[in-house]
C-alpha cells in the first residue's frame, strides 16, 4: 500500500505524443498503471499504442470522457507551466511533472497558484511516483523495487534508483517513492511526504534523499523532531560541490554560504537520523 | 547567468531607474574620449563578475580625461580574484550623500519574490545581514500580484528615507520589480542606490543575475552572456546540452544523473581520491553525446582516471557502451577507465565494452576505490 498513487489511480499523460510522453506511457503501461488518456493539444480523437489509451485535445475534455484524477507531465519546459494551469483549473487534485528546466519565476506563481486551489504538485524535474505493484506515474524503473514497507522521498532521480535498487539487493521493499525534483521551487516538500508516510499505515521506515542547495533538509529535521515517530535514515548528495555553482539540478547550489551537505547531515544527525556515507549504505542502516 | 554592471544598469535604465551617464571601454583611448564627453570628472570601473573590485584596485576616480586615461590603462592590465579586466566603465562621478541597498531576489523558503533595502548601502548585504540584520527590510511579493504600490512606501518608510524621496523611491522600486519580472531575473540589485548632494536618487551600481531556464524567451538578454569568465570545457559542454563543472581533482567522471553525480564526486573524495569535475550527461544519452563528454574529460591534463557510472533508467546501458566505444574510437587515450553499468540492459551494455579495454565494477564503492587505484597506476584491467 502507499501514498499518492495506488490501483484506484487514473491516470492521464500530458504530452503523450511526444517521445519521452509516449515511451515512458508504454513503460507506465506495461507495469500495470491504469493510464486511462492522454492530452496533445491538436492530436485530439487519435489513439496512440495500438489502441490502448485516447489522445483528446484537452485536460477538460479528457477529463469528461474518462473522469481521470491524476496527471503525469512531460510537456517541454516552456508550455510546462500552462499545462500545470489546465490540469488545476479542471480540478485533477494530483500532478506530477517530469518536466525539467521550467523557468524559476513560472513555478514560484504556479505554487502560489496551486496553493490557493489546494492542489498537490509533485515535481517539477522529478522522476514520478511508484508504488511498487500498484501503480508507476513518471520515469522510476519499475523492476528495481519490489513492494515493501520503506518509504523513500528525494530531490534526486537515478540517485534514488541506486537506493531502491540497494534495497531490492537485501531484498527490502518500498511502500511508495516520492521524487519532489531538483527545482529550487517545488510542489512538494520533504515535509509534506514525511508527513504523509507518518499517516500511512504500510510505512515503517523512511528514507530522506536530500542534496545541497536550500533549507528544505533542515526543515525537515525540524519536521522529524516534532512529529515523526517512524524510522528515518537519509542521504545527501554534495559534500565535495564547490560553492556558488549549479550542480546539474537547479536547485542544487550553495548560496552565500547556506545550503550545504555539512549542515544539512548535521541538522539531520541532531535529531537522530541515521546518515549513511554513500548511497548503498543506506540499506545496511535500515537492514 | 550574471549580467556585469554596465548591462544590468542599462537594463535597469530602460526601467526607468536614473542611472550615471556613462560608457563602457574596452581601452584607454576609449575611456578618455568618454571622459572628455563627461566633463572629465568620472570613475572608472571594471567590468568583472566578481566582487570586491574595490578592495583591488578595480575602481578608481579620475579628474581629468588624461588621468581617465591612465587609469583604464592600468585597471585594463590587472587581473580580479583571478578574472582579467577587459572592460571598464566611465561614469560621471556622483557625489554621493548617502548609500541605500535596493534589491529583488527568490525566497525559495517562501517561493516567492523579495525585497530587500537597507539605509547601509554600499557593503554586500550579506554583510549587513550577518552584522546589522536590523537594518535590513524585507517585504515579500505576491507573484500573482506583484509588487503594490504601499509595499514600496512601506520600505522607504522602513530604512528612514526622507518622506520627499518617498514617490522617487517608489518609481525605482517598481522599475526594478518590472526589470526583474521581464528579464527572468534571480536577483536585481543596486547596490548603492545613492542621494546625491544635489538630493537626487541615482542607481550607480547595478548587478542582475537571469534564469538560465528563462533566457529562451529572451533572446536578446541571453547575448549578453560573458563566455570570457567561465572554462572552456564549460563553454564546450553547454553546447551539447551537457552539465559540467570543471573541479580541481584527478579523477573524471561522467554519471548520468546530477544527485549521483555528485554522490560519485562525495564517493571518490569519502575514499581519498579527488574528482575532476562534476558531469551529468542526463537522459537517454546518446552516443555523440558521450564521446562530446568524454573529450571534454580528457581534455584536462590533470585527469589521470576516468569513472563512468551509469545507472540505466530512461538511460539505457548498451546504448552508453556503444557511445563509450564510439568515442574511444575518436578520442585516442592511455588513460585508464572503470565502468559501472547497472539497471536497464546494462547486461547488453557489459557485454559491448567487454571488448574494450576497461575495468569494470559492480557496486559504486568498489568503482571508486578501483578508479584511485588507477589513478595511481595501480589498477590493471
Known amino acids: 500500500m502507499s501514498i499518492l498513487v495506488d490501483k484506484n489511480t487514473r491516470l492521464l499523460v500530458q504530452g503523450i505524443t511526444g517521445n519521452e510522453g509516449l515511451f515512458h506511457t508504454q513503460h507506465m503501461l506495461a507495469y500495470g498503471t491504469n493510464v486511462v488518456a492522454g492530452v496533445t493539444p491538436g492530436k485530439g480523437g487519435g489513439w496512440v499504442l495500438e489502441g490502448k489509451v485516447p489522445v483528446f485535445d484537452s485536460v477538460r475534455i479528457a477529463h469528461e470522457a474518462t473522469g481521470v484524477n491524476t496527471?503525469?507531465?512531460?510537456?517541454?519546459?516552456?508550455?510546462?507551466?500552462?499545462?500545470?494551469?489546465?490540469?488545476?483549473?479542471?480540478?485533477?487534485?494530483?500532478?506530477?511533472?517530469?518536466?525539467?528546466g521550467i523557468p524559476v519565476q513560472d513555478m514560484m506563481r504556479v505554487r502560489n497558484y496551486l496553493d490557493q486551489k489546494g492542489i498537490r504538485l509533485v515535481g517539477p524535474n522529478c522522476p514520478g511516483v511508484l508504488t511498487p505493484g500498484e501503480a508507476k506515474v513518471g520515469i522510476i524503473p519499475g523492476d528495481i523495487s519490489i513492494p515493501g514497507n520503506i518509504g523513500v522521498v528525494s530531490r534526486s532521480g537515478t540517485l534514488t534508483y541506486e537506493v531502491l535498487y540497494a534495497l531490492k539487493?537485501?531484498?527490502?521493499?518500498?511502500?511508495?517513492?516520492?521524487?519532489?525534483?531538483?527545482?529550487?521551487?517545488?510542489?512538494?516538500?520533504?515535509?509534506?511526504?514525511?508527513?504523509?508516510?507518518?499517516?500511512?499505515?504500510?510505512?515503517?521506515?523512511?528514507?530522506?534523499?536530500?542534496?545541497?542547495?536550500?533549507?528544505?533538509?533542515?526543515?525537515?529535521a525540524e519536521y522529524i523532531a516534532d512529529h515523526l515517530t517512524k524510522p528515518v535514515a537519509a542521504f545527501i548528495a554534495g559534500q565535495t560541490a564547490p560553492p556558488g555553482k549549479r550542480m546539474g539540478h537547479a536547485g542544487a547550489i550553495v548560496e552565500s554560504g547556506s545550503g550545504t551537505a555539512a549542515d544539512k547531515i548535521k541538522a539531520l544527525q541532531d535529531v537522530g537520523v541515521q546518515v549513511a556515507s554513500h548511497p548503498e549504505e543506506i540499506a545496511e542502516l535500515l537492514a | 547567468m550574471k549580467l556585469h554592471e554596465y548591462q544590468s544598469k542599462q537594463i535597469f535604465s530602460h526601467y526607468g531607474i536614473p542611472i550615471p551617464s556613462g560608457r563602457v571601454a574596452a581601452n584607454a583611448a576609449d575611456?578618455?574620449?568618454?571622459?572628455?564627453?563627461?566633463?572629465?570628472?568620472?570613475?572608472?570601473?571594471?567590468?568583472?563578475?566578481?566582487?570586491?573590485?574595490?578592495?583591488?584596485?578595480?575602481?578608481?576616480?579620475?579628474?581629468?580625461?588624461?588621468?581617465?586615461?591612465?587609469?583604464?590603462?592600468?585597471?585594463?592590465?590587472?587581473?580580479?580574484?583571478?578574472?582579467?579586466?577587459?572592460?571598464?566603465?566611465?561614469?560621471?562621478?556622483?557625489?554621493?550623500?548617502?548609500?541605500?541597498?535596493?534589491?529583488?531576489?527568490?525566497?525559495?523558503?517562501?517561493?516567492?519574490?523579495?525585497?530587500?533595502?537597507?539605509?547601509?548601502?554600499?557593503?554586500?548585504i550579506e554583510q549587513v545581514a550577518k552584522e546589522t540584520p536590523d537594518k535590513i527590510v524585507k517585504v515579500?511579493?505576491?507573484?500573482?500580484?506583484?509588487l503594490r504600490d504601499y509595499q514600496a512606501?512601506?520600505?522607504?518608510?522602513?530604512?528612514?528615507?526622507?518622506?520627499?524621496?518617498?514617490?522617487?523611491?517608489?518609481?525605482?522600486?517598481?522599475?526594478?520589480?518590472?526589470?526583474?519580472?521581464?528579464?527572468?531575473?534571480?536577483?536585481?540589485?543596486?547596490?548603492?542606490?545613492?542621494?546625491?548632494?544635489?538630493?537626487?536618487?541615482?542607481a550607480v551600481d547595478g548587478k542582475m543575475v537571469l534564469d538560465d531556464n528563462a533566457l529562451f524567451r529572451h533572446p536578446d538578454l541571453a547575448e549578453m552572456r560573458d563566455v570570457d569568465v567561465e572554462p572552456k570545457a564549460?563553454?564546450?559542454?553547454?553546447?551539447?546540452?551537457?552539465?559540467?563543472?570543471?573541479?580541481?581533482?584527478?579523477?573524471?567522471?561522467?554519471?548520468?544523473?546530477?544527485?549521483?553525480?555528485?554522490?560519485?564526486?562525495?564517493?571518490?573524495k569519502l575514499h581519498g581520491g579527488k574528482p575532476a569535475n562534476f558531469l551529468d550527461i542526463g537522459g537517454g544519452a546518446s552516443s555523440e553525446k558521450v564521446a562530446a563528454a568524454l573529450r571534454i574529460i580528457l581534455s584536462d591534463s590533470n585527469v589521470k582516471a576516468v569513472l563512468f557510472n551509469i545507472f540505466g533508467g530512461i538511460t539505457r546501458?548498451?546504448?552508453?557502451?556503444?557511445?563509450?566505444?564510439?568515442?574511444?574510437?575518436?578520442?585516442?587515450?592511455?588513460?585508464?577507465?572503470?565502468?559501472?553499468?547497472?539497471?536497464?540492459?546494462?547486461?547488453?551494455?557489459?557485454?559491448?565494452?567487454?571488448?574494450?579495454?576497461?575495468?569494470?565494477?559492480?557496486?559504486?564503492?568498489d568503482a571508486a576505490k578501483k578508479a584511485i587505484r588507477a589513478a595511481q597506476g595501480g589498477e590493471q584491467v
Open chain 2, 153 to 202: 512606501r512601506d520600505i522607504a518608510a522602513g530604512i528612514d528615507l526622507p518622506r520627499e524621496h518617498w514617490q522617487t523611491f517608489s518609481q525605482i522600486g517598481r522599475g526594478l520589480w518590472r526589470a526583474y519580472l521581464r528579464s527572468d531575473a534571480t536577483l536585481a540589485e543596486i547596490n548603492p542606490l545613492v542621494i546625491t548632494s544635489q538630493n537626487r536618487l541615482l
Open chain 2, 140 to 146: 515579500h511579493i505576491d507573484p500573482l500580484l506583484g
Open chain 2, 234 to 268: 564549460e563553454t564546450e559542454a553547454r553546447k551539447y546540452n551537457l552539465s559540467f563543472i570543471k573541479l580541481d581533482g584527478y579523477i573524471g567522471c561522467m554519471v548520468n544523473g546530477a544527485g549521483l553525480a555528485m554522490a560519485t564526486m562525495d564517493i571518490i
Open chain 2, 317 to 365: 546501458g548498451d546504448e552508453v557502451a556503444r557511445g563509450i566505444l564510439a568515442a574511444l574510437q575518436e578520442v585516442k587515450t592511455d588513460v585508464p577507465m572503470v565502468t559501472r553499468l547497472v539497471g536497464t540492459n546494462a547486461e547488453e551494455g557489459r557485454q559491448i565494452l567487454s571488448e574494450a579495454n576497461m575495468i569494470t565494477a559492480e557496486t559504486l564503492v
Open chain 1, 71 to 100: 496527471s503525469v507531465i512531460f510537456v517541454p519546459s516552456r508550455f510546462a507551466a500552462d499545462a500545470i494551469y489546465e490540469a488545476a483549473d479542471t480540478g485533477i487534485q494530483l500532478i506530477v511533472c517530469i518536466t525539467e
Open chain 2, 31 to 124: 575611456a578618455k574620449q568618454i571622459a572628455e564627453e563627461l566633463g572629465g570628472h568620472v570613475v572608472i570601473k571594471s567590468q568583472v563578475l566578481v566582487g570586491g573590485r574595490g578592495k583591488a584596485g578595480g575602481i578608481r576616480l579620475a579628474k581629468s580625461p588624461q588621468e581617465a586615461e591612465d587609469l583604464a590603462t592600468q585597471i585594463l592590465g590587472i587581473k580580479i580574484k583571478g578574472l582579467p579586466v577587459r572592460k571598464v566603465l566611465v561614469d560621471e562621478a556622483a557625489s554621493i550623500e548617502t548609500e541605500i541597498y535596493l534589491g529583488i531576489t527568490n525566497d525559495r523558503a517562501e517561493r516567492k519574490p523579495v525585497m530587500m533595502a537597507s539605509s547601509a548601502g554600499g557593503v554586500e
Open chain 1, 169 to 220: 539487493l537485501v531484498g527490502l521493499g518500498t511502500s511508495t517513492c516520492v521524487g519532489i525534483g531538483g527545482d529550487p521551487i517545488n510542489g512538494t516538500s520533504f515535509i509534506d511526504v514525511l508527513g504523509m508516510f507518518e499517516a500511512d499505515p504500510y510505512t515503517d521506515k523512511i528514507i530522506l534523499i536530500g542534496e545541497i542547495g536550500g533549507t528544505d533538509e533542515e526543515k525537515a
